[in-house]
């Protein structure tokens, strides 16, 4: 099968930095205008909070992520409190994604464009501060190595080493990608040649990728979910059947264009969605037929990304089934340093004939609702608030009332605004005093009332009042409360926020808990 998307002249180099440079400037400008949800502040608040890397890899073995965005970002909190310096860095990572994917990468110009503008590169990966871009960027680098691959196996090993450190789908990418290293001199009859000839540079090669793997898992594992949950098979066709359909919802991410858009899907019915992500799944197979070495990688990546989903029940988020586009990606700019191969089967010939046909329209169609999808996403970014953690903070700063103790609830939303405040607050459900927040067991016993007891205890401890900053609204004539305001213009749906003064009062008041009321 000849490549239906023809590699760039040397005359699109301008091309290609006009194209960097919008990038650049689109994600900017709604980075500027993005309001960081929890789990961006969640990262930066543990980094800005810890003394030491030692600190910082302590409190983070509920995180179940390796460490090194967020050693990153222990770094540059030595130098600003501040987090949008974070999105800085992040959009730094995002640029220089671009940057390798756009010099090396052997695809046409248009191809080029539809990619860099499609929702993973540009708003998933680039707009939202997570260590999935970090993992993506070593990804490209990896694959921009890949063609001299021969001459550098220890740096290859060492680009592996780094993307492992990223994130469980970066740990995948550098198993999959190991896997082909190893089995390409297998499959061509090489590797007795290249063992005698590069063997100084494959052991210490191999040492190294075998210490990326065990550091990731370590670092992966938390008390609460452990490495055994991958081997605890429990068939579950639900569950089976909402990790499948992401393959649908990772090619074709177009939202449903409401002001709620995060993580929905144009295409509301899972039967569709499921068939379709057959059909998809079908098309890329078929493309692939007559290189089998690129269509192993991306059978065992796209297995691989769906049975994390799987075990872990992250079928939900675009940021995690995201990966299965990103292999499919791979997988195509792989098929440029592989030749084809005869098919002995007359169905598999056929198959792969039509495989060669759909090539260009299939990987066009795809990208172009990328496109749609990455271009949408930035504008509702940009007309509605990502959170109103920023606004509430900006809310109680502006009335100087960060200087009172912070009561927050629900724990995980109420966090985003210690993230943009800089302070602290208790989460009763948690029973937790900090910024960030301890992702171990909530008590289930407490509910609202309790943590209006809680409130009020602290009151009259501190004999102060309180600035309570809750995800709902409490009987206001129970209390001695004062309303602040409400903000509820948020696409993160538990990311509204009703803030409360609570009054200080110097006797003791005990409610009792009324039937009906337990709640």
Known sequence: MKNKIKKDAPSNKHYEWFLLAGFFSFVLAIMLKHE?????????MLAKASHSLPQLFHIMQFERHPRLWHSCLFVISRFTGDPRAMQVFHLSIAVTTIFVFLKYSPFSKWIKALFV???????????ISRN?????????IFMALYPRRKQHYFL???VLFLMAQTNAFGLLFSICFAVILIAEPLFDGTFSMLTVR????????????ILA?????????????????????KFKPFVLALSFETIWKSYVPISDFSSHFWNTNLIGSGVVRSFLSLVL???????????????????????????????????????????????????LWLSYSWPERKLKSRLLQRLADFGTRIYKPFVVIILLLQVVAGLSAGALDWMHPFSASRQTARYIRQRNLNGLSMVGDLAEPASAVCGYLGGKMYYPRRKQYGSYIIYNEPDKNIRTRQVMQKALSISKQRKEDILLVLNWKPHEG?????????????IVKDEQFHLYLLKYLSRNLILPIKKGQNN
């Open 478 to 490: 129970e209390y001695p409360l004062k309303k602040l305001g409400d903000f509820t213009q948020s």
């Open 281 to 331: 799944l079908a098309g890329a197979v078929a493309m692939f037929l007559k290189k089998p070495m690129v269509l192993f990688f991306y059978v065992i990546g796209t297995l691989g990304a769906l049975a994390i989903i799987y075990q872990y029940h992250v079928f939900k988020y675009v940021r995690h089934f995201g990966h299965l586009f990103i292999f499919f990606i791979v997988a």
């Open 36 to 44: 960081m949800w929890r789990d961006e502040l969640q990262a930066w």
């Open 213 to 233: 793997v065990f550091f990731s898992l370590l670092q992966i594992k938390s008390p609460a979910v452990g490495l055994n949950t991958l081997a605890e098979i």
């Open 132 to 140: 999935y871009a970090f993992g993506i960027l070593f990804v490209v």
């Open 198 to 209: 590069n063997r100084w540079l494959i052991i210490p090669a191999i040492i190294v990728f």
């Open 117 to 127: 503008f499609g929702y993973f590169p540009l708003y998933e990966y680039a707009v």
């Open 156 to 158: 290859l090993a060492i």
